[in-house]
Nanobody, 127 residues
Framework: QVQLVESGGGLVQPGGSLRLSCATS????????VGWFRQAPGKEREGVAC????????LYTDSVKGRFTISRDSGKNTVDLQMNNLQPEDTAVYYC????????????????????WGQGTQVTVSS
C-alpha cells in the first residue's frame, strides 16, 4: 500500500525554522520525482520545491529560494523540506507528492500530474 505521510508542521514565529518530513512507503522512492506543495486558505495550491529521481536535482519557486531546501534520503525513504526565515505568508497546509516516469525538469512550479499525495501538515507562522 502506497503511503506518503507528512510531519513536522506547527506554529513558529516569523524568522523561525521548521523541518518538514515526507515519509514514504509502498514504492521505491529513488525512482520518483517528489514535490512539496502548499495551500493557504482561499488560495490555489502552489508548488514550493521538487527534487528529481536518482540524481536529486532540485527546483524552487521564487518566493522560497534561499530559504527552503529540499532533500532526499532514499535509505530512509523520506524527502525533507528545511524551511528557514519563515514569514507569515508561508502559512499554509504543506503536502508532499510523488510521480514516476516523467522527464525533468517539470512544468512550471513542479507541475507534474502526481501519482501519490500525502494528507498534509499545517504550518502557521505568527507572532
Amino acid at each position: 500500500q502506497v503511503q506518503l505521510v507528512e510531519s513536522g508542521g506547527g506554529l513558529v514565529q516569523p524568522g523561525g525554522s521548521l523541518r518538514l518530513s515526507c515519509a514514504t512507503s509502498g514504492f521505491t522512492l529513488l525512482y520518483y520525482h517528489v514535490g512539496w506543495f502548499r495551500q493557504a486558505p482561499g488560495k490555489e495550491r502552489e508548488g514550493v520545491a521538487c527534487i528529481s529521481s536518482s540524481v536529486s536535482d532540485t527546483l524552487y519557486t521564487d518566493s522560497v529560494k534561499g530559504r527552503f531546501t529540499i532533500s532526499r534520503d532514499s535509505g530512509k525513504n523520506t524527502v525533507d523540506l528545511q524551511m528557514n526565515n519563515l514569514q507569515p505568508e508561508d502559512t499554509a497546509v504543506y503536502y508532499c507528492a510523488a510521480v514516476y516516469g516523467r522527464g525533468w525538469p517539470p512544468p512550471r512550479d513542479c507541475g507534474y500530474d502526481y501519482d501519490y499525495w500525502g494528507q498534509g501538515t499545517q504550518v502557521t507562522v505568527s507572532s
